[in-house]
């Protein structure tokens, strides 16, 4: 087996391990989120909270928004399928899927944090409206604010513990997935403080009316946190990459010495993981093997210092190439 074929082999087993442990830890954002439902939406229920139904909801889009990340999780980390998604697949790849249909399945974690996000507008929406409708044609039922209180402080507790246990698996583990759990339970835990709060000021002030503006302007937090992961989401499904991050891609490339200039290069999101194709121009009475010692080269650059998963090359004679208006040189 070549060198080629074990760096992607380590590259999968990698990834997909990372993949499952993912996996596994968001259920339990699953446990925790429909546990404080149940409790939120009762609590608000028999208190007569329109904000903390607000944060019931909330909690509610988190367990829609977890399941649809863990079905792409679920899906990204399968090595072994007859068909992707009912598309069929390469003979060769039914027993162990090959680079190019497991890349394909690794987008499928975007495509389901992309609909995790399309949940969250529309709880933002239902929120608003409900807001809107409290504002307007004001519940003459009064607030209990002991009850209401205590389910939003619980809430509040438990949801700063996953946040932190989010955040820690996304770092360890340097996936989107979590990570937008992680920024979703971050929000999470400052719509239940500012529940916490709303509830306190209209039991001692007895303001009822903040009640309603409260649940507003929950709402139009949880929909700008929605649209943002869909905004992100989208861009990396359309293989948009920071232009700033392709130059220092391409200055770092220029460096080496056996490259003379850096004609194209192009970065792009398969799931989490970053991909670079990168065109050179090398000199003419260049061999073979010193040409795929510099492939790999250049692949060891890029992941030890940006964190590149793989670099597809293509390398051109130099004689054979007319100066291109705004390709990297190599420095002197």
């Known amino acids: 087996m070549n060198e080629t074929n074990q760096d992607w082999q380590h590259v999968q087993r990698t990834v997909v391990a990372n993949l499952s442990l993912a996996y596994r830890h968001l259920w339990e954002n699953v446990g925790i989120y429909l546990a404080l439902f149940l409790i939120e939406y009762s609590a608000a229920w028999m208190g007569h909270s329109q904000v903390l139904r607000a944060d019931a909801l909330n909690n509610l889009s988190g367990i829609f928004s977890t399941s649809l990340l863990m079905t792409g999780l679920y899906i990204a980390a399968k090595t072994r399928d ?13 027993s162990h899927v ?18 995790a996000g399309i949940v969250m507008v529309f709880i933002a929406a239902d929120i608003l409206f409900e807001a809107s409708h409290h504002l307007i044609w004001p519940s003459h039922e009064h607030l209990q604010p002991l009850l209401s209180g205590l389910a939003a402080a619980t809430s509040g507790l438990l949801l700063t513990l996953l946040w932190w246990s989010n955040r820690r698996w996304a770092r360890q583990l340097r996936n989107t997935a979590l990570a937008a759990a992680a920024k979703d339970t971050f929000t999470d835990v400052l ?8 509830i306190a000021s209209i039991g001692w002030f007895h303001l009822t009316w903040i009640d309603g503006v409260a649940s507003l302007a929950l709402g139009l937090y949880i929909l700008y946190a929605g649209t943002q992961i869909f905004r992100q989401c989208t861009l990396k499904l359309v293989d948009y990459f920071d232009p700033r991050l392709e130059a220092a891609y391409r200055q770092a490339v220029a460096t080496l010495p056996a490259v003379q200039q850096v004609l194209f290069i192009k970065a792009y999101y398969d799931g989490n993981l970053i991909m670079v ?16 010692q510099l492939t790999q080269d250049i692949n060891r650059l890029l992941r030890t210092q940006y964190g590149v998963t793989e670099t597809a090359l293509m390398v051109m004679p130099a004689d054979q190439l007319s100066t291109k208006k705004g390709s990297a040189t190599r420095p002197t």
Do not use: H
């Open 82 to 94: 007859n068909d992707l998604w009912g598309a069929p697949i390469a003979a060769t790849d039914r």
């Open 98 to 115: 090959g680079p190019r249909t497991q890349q394909s399945r690794f987008r499928f974690e975007t495509i389901y944090t992309l609909l």
């Open 191 to 198: 719509t239940s403080l500012v529940t916490l709060l709303t």
């Open 277 to 292: 194709s990168v065109t050179i121009a090398v000199a003419p009475n260049m061999t073979a093997a010193t040409i795929y």
